[in-house]
């Protein structure tokens, strides 16, 4: 969780950013590209969405190549089962 002071610190000393702030800040640049993006060619494309990923975690992953991580609770239980392609 961050405060709204220290989001405007945050903006005002980029160097003094905590752990939240700097995930609020890549959040925001994200949103930035991503709203550039539809602004100038009036629609979102895949190209937009890895640029949008590629600044939000700041790396170039892309798309996942296999389904997703099961996901499992405290107990061990599993919870979610990604779907499988057939």
Same mark, same amino acid.
Request: no cysteine; net charge negative.
């Given at each position: 969780?961050?405060?709204?002071?220290?989001?405007?610190?945050?903006?005002?000393?980029?160097?003094?950013?905590?752990?939240?702030?700097?995930?609020?800040?890549?959040?925001?640049?994200?949103?930035?590209?991503?709203?550039?993006?539809?602004?100038?060619?009036?629609?979102?494309? @895949? @190209?937009?969405?890895?640029?949008?990923?590629?600044?939000?975690?700041?790396?170039?992953?892309?798309?996942?190549?296999?389904?997703?991580?099961?996901?499992?609770?405290?107990?061990?239980?599993?919870?979610?089962?990604?779907?499988?392609?057939?």
């Amino acid at each position: 969780m961050i405060t709204h002071d220290e989001l405007f610190q945050q903006a005002t000393f980029a160097e003094t950013a905590t752990g939240a702030g700097k995930e609020v800040t890549r959040y925001r640049q994200a949103l930035q590209v991503g709203v550039e993006a539809v602004a100038s060619s009036g629609r979102l494309t @895949n @190209n937009h969405i890895l640029a949008i990923q590629a600044e939000l975690e700041e790396d170039r992953a892309g798309f996942r190549a296999l389904p997703g991580t099961v996901l499992r609770a405290d107990t061990g239980q599993v919870v979610y089962t990604p779907p499988t392609r057939s």
